[in-house]
């Protein structure tokens, strides 16, 4: 067998990806004999496609909409993040095996300490808006990172309370209609809903309350500047646009894949936002 390894990100649809500009970039920055491909999976013949990326020697894939619950039934194993999380977005494949894993986590809090290496995880509560399955991934890392008091509100307040069950001590679950009134002791504000997005409404909210030392994370990457990281700038807080978790997301998979920890560097970044 040749050392070339095969790499890609399974969706339906998948035309939108940026997945292949990140590992592609990697595997050229690193020297490696691989590639990183789109590879479109409709839902109907979903294991039997599965099984042919198994025969075709893929060594993993990332796993996006909508297969992100689906492939949990086809894995052998699936660790403590990607169980907890409920959704699994890269699968390595080992001995016809797969196995699953879940890198949101992991992107979302290694881009706050490397671009906010002073911020203290467990020095106040972090509000986090929308309770879908970023949401959901975002919290379980907060948690883990010690996080006292992390505070839920979503439009569907029942979505909030599924992801309250990760821990019903630190999580309090608030109204959407008062996400502004719980402000004071917030050190982290994240914007995971689609509001912001190119297309979608704007996220109004007004940040008068909330302590200039927070940080206001918006994981939408289209546009890099949402309206809510515009004002959030205009009241003196510190930024992080959404480009940050998606390209640390992609390292922990291109690790497993590849056996290296790959950087985010500016060349990386321009790519991926050209
Ligand atoms: P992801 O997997 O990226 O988290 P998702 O599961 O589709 O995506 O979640 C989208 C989030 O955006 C949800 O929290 C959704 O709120 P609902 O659960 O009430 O649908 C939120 N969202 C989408 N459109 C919204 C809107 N117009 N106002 C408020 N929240 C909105």
Same mark, same amino acid.
């Given at each position: 067998? #040749? ?10 649809? *998948? ?30 013949? =979903?294991?039997? @496609? ?6 075709? &020697?893929?060594?993993? =894939? ?15 194993? *699936?660790?403590? /993040?990607?169980?907890?999380? &409920? ?5 390595? *494949? ?5 196995? &699953?894993?879940? %890198? @949101?986590?992991? &992107?979302?809090?290694?881009?706050? +300490?490397? #671009? ?44 909030? =309370?599924?992801?309250? #069950? $990760?821990?019903? +001590? ?8 008062? +996400?502004?009134?719980? $402000? +004071? ?6 914007? /995971?809903?689609? $509001?912001?997005?190119?297309?979608? #409404? !704007? ?5 008068? @309350?909330? !302590? ?10 289209? !546009?890099?500047?949402?309206?809510? $990281? ?10 992080? %646009? ?11 998979? =291109? ?6 920890? !790959?950087?985010? @560097? ?9």
């Amino acid at each position: 067998m #040749s050392s070339f390894i095969k790499a890609g990100v399974i969706g339906h649809p *998948i035309a939108h990806s940026k997945s292949p500009i990140i590992h592609s970039h990697w595997i050229e920055k690193y020297g490696l004999k691989g590639s990183y491909e789109k590879i479109d999976i409709p839902p109907n013949n =979903f294991k039997k @496609d599965i099984s042919t990326l198994i025969d075709q &020697g893929y060594v993993g =894939f990332n796993v996006t909409v909508p297969h992100k619950q689906t492939i949990m039934a086809l894995c052998d194993y *699936i660790d403590e /993040t990607a169980t907890a999380i &409920g959704a699994v977005n890269t699968v390595k *494949i080992i001995d016809n095996k797969l196995y &699953g894993y879940n %890198t @949101d986590a992991y &992107g979302f809090i290694q881009n706050i +300490k490397q #671009s906010v290496p002073e911020f203290n995880f467990t020095s106040g509560a972090a509000l986090v808006l929308g309770a879908g399955g970023a949401a959901r991934a975002i919290v379980y890392g907060l948690l883990k990172q010690g996080v006292p008091e992390i505070i839920v509100t979503n439009r569907t307040i029942e979505k909030s =309370f599924d992801i309250m #069950s $990760l821990d019903n +001590k630190r999580i309090r679950v608030v109204e959407w209609d008062l +996400k502004e009134a719980n $402000l +004071k002791n917030v050190h982290l504000v994240v914007n /995971t809903t689609s $509001l912001g997005m190119k297309g979608q #409404s !704007p996220l109004i909210f007004n940040l008068s @309350d909330l !302590p200039k030392q927070a940080i206001v994370n918006d994981i939408v990457y289209a !546009p890099l500047k949402t309206n809510l $990281l515009t004002n959030a700038e205009l009241s003196g807080n510190l930024t992080l %646009t959404g480009i940050g978790m998606l390209l640390h997301q992609a390292r922990q998979a =291109f690790e497993k894949w590849f056996g290296i920890m !790959p950087e985010v @560097d500016d060349a990386l970044i321009e790519k991926v936002l050209a």
